[in-house]
């Protein structure tokens, strides 16, 4: 059974950082792309960073570009999200999402597991 589990998520003040880790079990985590999503309310679900199997390639969304650090540790069957220099805008639920190896992927179709999130909260 595949999991999915994320951590690291709280209340912190604009400025602060954050760490969220997603531990996966279940999968041969090292063959996924993996993933970082998040929904803030009424908004839809968007992908903010990307990491390849093996970690040289990665993908930022311009919002976060600078701010925010995808890593992986495939030892540990472990992604990680760097969140440093929050905004009030961050606040969102973080999700974590593993596809199968292939090209970075965006979207949320070519995600086939995922946690169930963490709610970061980030006040002014």
């Known amino acids: 059974q595949v999991q999915l589990v994320e951590s690291g998520g709280g209340l912190v003040q604009a400025g602060d950082s954050l760490r969220l880790s997603c531990a996966a079990s279940g999968v041969t985590f090292s063959r996924y792309t993996m993933a970082w999503f998040r929904q803030a309310p009424v908004e839809e679900r968007e992908c903010v960073a990307a990491i390849s199997w093996s970690g040289p390639n990665t993908y930022y969304a311009d919002s976060v570009k600078g701010r925010f650090t995808i890593s992986r540790d495939n030892a540990k069957n472990t992604v990680y999200l760097q969140m440093n220099s929050l905004k009030p805008e961050d606040t969102a639920v973080y999700y974590c999402?593993?596809?199968?190896?292939?090209?970075?992927?965006?979207?949320?179709?070519?995600?086939?597991?995922w946690g169930h999130g963490t709610q970061v909260t980030v006040s002014s």
């Open positions: 999402a593993g596809a199968r190896s292939g090209p970075l992927s965006t979207l949320q179709r070519d995600y086939t597991y």
